[in-house]
């Protein structure tokens, strides 16, 4: 059987990948960072990609 590896990613309004430092209600943790905030994540598996939480 193979194996398949999994990776959430949180992601930004325009869904590009968020790698700031955020805060549990997604908002940055540095307002100076120019990070717009976490509003959704991402489930990345090596057979395909999914939007699961908004």
Sequence with gaps: MASITIHVEPRHADNTTCDHKVKPSGKPRDPASGC?????????CSEHERDVLH
Aim: hydrophobic share 45%.
């Design 36 to 44: 717009t905030g976490r509003t959704a994540y991402a489930v990345v």
